[in-house]
């Protein structure tokens, strides 16, 4: 799984940012197995 050019550090985000993001990254592994 790639990351736009930085590490992304988890333990930093909130909550919702983390929801956040598993959504997003969870859509974008959908739209590349279709």
Known sequence: MKTMNQTIDISKL???ER???ARQ???AEVR???
């Open 32 to 34: 590349e197995q279709r």
């Open 25 to 27: 990254l969870g859509e």
């Open 19 to 21: 929801a956040e993001l």
């Open 14 to 16: 909130s909550a919702a």
